[in-house]
């Protein structure tokens, strides 16, 4: 059973043919920009299962882990749709809202903690990591 969504617009699409390795939601302040102003969700699959049609964008950045980032989000309505390391390029981490059906990304862990706002809700039942985890896959 494939494990397909896309983006708000449409005019992306994916399917993946693989299980999630592992579901987070990452408070690290990056993401609060691309969460708008909340944590993101990311689902780690092997890039190998995923096929994407449509047209991305991608934003390249450096971590404070120091890997070189690439954040591809829709070209037409600007959706964050997904999230490589190019040190762990057969990982890709795809942001949860844009999964067809979003209860497949129930997250196993909170992390980079220490970066959010006083405010940020977690998950009490989930462990919680100050920074970067142990890599997923
Ligand atoms: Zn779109
Ligand atoms: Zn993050």
Not at 34 to 41: D, E
Request: charged share 15%.
């Amino acid at each position: 059973m494939p494990i397909t969504g896309g983006c708000l617009c449409k005019s992306v699409r994916y399917r993946i043919d693989a299980p999630p390795i592992v579901a987070r939601a990452c408070w690290c302040r990056l993401c609060q920009y691309l969460g708008a102003g909340s944590a993101t969700v990311n689902v780690a699959f092997p890039t190998a299962a995923i096929t994407i049609e449509g047209e991305l964008r991608d934003y390249q950045s450096v971590a404070d882990s120091g890997n070189r980032m690439h954040r591809r989000f829709c070209s037409t309505c600007g959706t964050p749709m997904f999230s490589e390391a190019e040190a762990r390029p057969h990982v890709i981490f795809v942001r949860a809202g844009t999964l067809d059906d979003p209860e497949i990304a129930q997250p196993a862990m909170t992390i980079w903690t220490a970066q959010a706002p006083s405010w940020a809700c977690f998950d009490a039942s989930l462990p919680q990591v100050e920074g970067q985890p142990p890599p997923a896959g």
